[in-house]
Nanobody, 119 residues
C-alpha cells in the first residue's frame, strides 16, 4: 500500500490550495484518513480527519478555513485550504488506516507535500 500526496506549492497569504492524497495497492477498506502539518522546527500535528462514515475533525487553528473531504471509491482524501496564513507554512502529510485483503490493519503515511505561504 502506498499513499501519494500532492498539491503543495507557494501561495500568498490569503490564498488557497487544495491537497490530494491517493492510496493505492492491496486495499480492502479504509477507515479514517487524515492530514498532519509539520511547521519548520516543530513537531507534526494532526489538523483534520475524516472517517468512512463522513465524520470530520478539525484542530481549532484551521476550523472555518480548511475543509477535509474524502472519495472512498477512489481511496483519496482532499484538504481544501483557504485564507492561508504564514503559520500554515510547512510540510503536510496524509495518513490512512487501511485493512488489506489478508485482514491486516495498519496506518500508512504519505511522503509529505510542502506548502509555503508568503506574507
Amino acid at each position: 500500500v502506498q499513499l501519494q500526496a500532492s498539491g503543495g506549492g507557494l501561495v500568498q497569504a490569503g490564498g488557497s490550495l487544495r491537497l490530494s492524497c491517493a492510496a493505492s495497492g492491496s486495499i480492502f477498506s479504509i477507515n479514517t484518513m487524515g492530514w498532519y502539518h509539520q511547521a519548520p522546527g516543530k513537531q507534526r500535528e494532526l489538523i483534520a480527519t475524516i472517517t468512512s462514515g463522513g465524520g470530520t475533525y478539525y484542530v481549532d487553528s484551521v476550523k472555518g478555513r480548511f475543509t477535509i473531504s474524502g472519495d472512498y471509491a477512489k481511496n483519496t482524501v482532499y484538504l481544501q485550504m483557504n485564507s492561508l496564513k504564514s503559520e500554515d507554512t510547512g510540510v503536510y502529510y496524509c495518513n490512512a488506516d487501511i485493512s488489506d485483503f489478508q485482514n491486516r490493519y495498519r496506518t500508512y503515511w504519505g511522503q509529505g507535500t510542502l506548502v509555503t505561504v508568503s506574507s
